[in-house]
């Protein structure tokens, strides 16, 4: 009978753990987090994470457009603690919603040519980034399939397409917007934000004009652009960036702006304490070290 009971100990302990550690699991805080979806390599797989562990909470991360993101929350449509997101456009909806305060500069980044290993244009694009071709001819090749992200609401898309805008003077190009990128807002082209990067990986499209650190979360070969067309210099920005203007269907202008990252804890936080910290970790030496480990560069400028 004892060896029994032994027998049944051995079985149950283990089962007890796992129930423990299910409640200790439940019992946790959860700190929700709407990120600008280019970000999803480093919220999910280090910043996250490494919050989660040192503040025994869970952490649930939600990658979308940044502007579709904003709309969500400032039409309640959508909870969360933190929103980083890029460009001080989309943090503008909220705020005007009444739904954040001051937004603090995280990190920056800059528009490359992001290009696909298993394209059967890569040696293309590998002559380009030696400076053997010019990428734009690249780009403009007859059956080239190029991704990117709906402009109307990701900044990514709007900002791909301010890029080849200034392209066009800086190389001077007339038509070449056009000749790359069709209509604005041209359905061959749009893939959401998250399946940008893994449809270049996968062969499914040739190339995308796209955030620097995106490309590197994914391992992606990259051709640099100049300074006047990257979106990168704060400096520029009166010179070259600002004169960028396109307007949609719908009569929405696209303006370019720096490339920043900025986060804010929301007014109607659920964890507000658990989002303050989580902010104060970006701007930290740790999370920069996270950020910069993920190809992002430091951030630009100051508060909104």
């Given at each position: 009978m004892k060896r029994g009971y032994r027998l049944l100990a051995r079985w149950l302990s283990p089962l007890l753990l796992l129930s423990a550690a299910a409640v200790l699991?439940?019992?946790?805080?959860?700190l929700r987090v709407a990120y600008a979806g280019s970000m999803g390599v480093v919220m999910d797989q280090s910043l996250g994470p490494a919050f989660a562990k040192a503040h025994g909470?869970?952490?649930e991360g939600v990658g979308q457009g940044s502007f579709a993101l904003a709309r969500l929350l400032a039409g309640k449509q959508m909870q969360a603690d933190v929103f980083v997101a890029i460009t001080p456009p989309p943090m503008k909806v909220v705020?005007?919603?009444?739904l954040a305060g001051r937004a603090v500069p995280v990190a920056s980044t800059r528009m490359v040519v992001i290009y696909g290993p298993?394209?059967?244009?890569?040696?293309?694009f590998e002559a380009a980034a030696k400076g053997e071709k010019t990428w734009y001819e690249v780009l403009r090749q007859s059956g080239l399939r190029i991704g990117r992200t709906d402009p109307a609401?990701?900044?990514?898309?709007?900002?791909a397409l301010l890029t080849l805008q200034l392209a066009e003077t800086y190389y001077h190009q007339p038509g070449l917007l056009k000749d790359i990128a069709g209509e604005l807002q041209n359905p061959q082209q749009i893939f959401a934000e998250p399946s940008l990067m893994s449809r270049l990986e996968a062969g499914q499209i040739d190339a995308a004009v796209g955030y620097a650190s995106a490309a590197f979360s994914h391992h992606l070969p990259t051709i640099d652009l100049p300074d006047e067309i990257n979106l990168a210099?704060?400096?520029?920005q009166e010179a070259w960036y600002g004169k960028a203007n396109l307007t949609l269907a719908d009569g929405k202008v696209l303006k370019?702006?720096?490339l920043v990252f900025y986060a804010a804890v929301l007014t109607d936080a659920k964890q507000a304490q658990l989002a303050a910290d989580f902010v104060q970790l970006l701007q930290?030496?740790?999370?920069?070290?996270?950020?910069?480990e993920r190809g992002y560069d430091p951030p630009h400028g100051e508060a909104l």
């Open positions: 699991a439940t019992d946790a805080p959860v909470a869970r952490f705020r005007d919603a009444g298993k394209s059967r244009f890569a040696k293309d609401v990701d900044p990514q898309g709007a900002n210099q704060p400096s520029l370019a702006q720096p930290s030496a740790a999370g920069q070290a996270m950020l910069r």
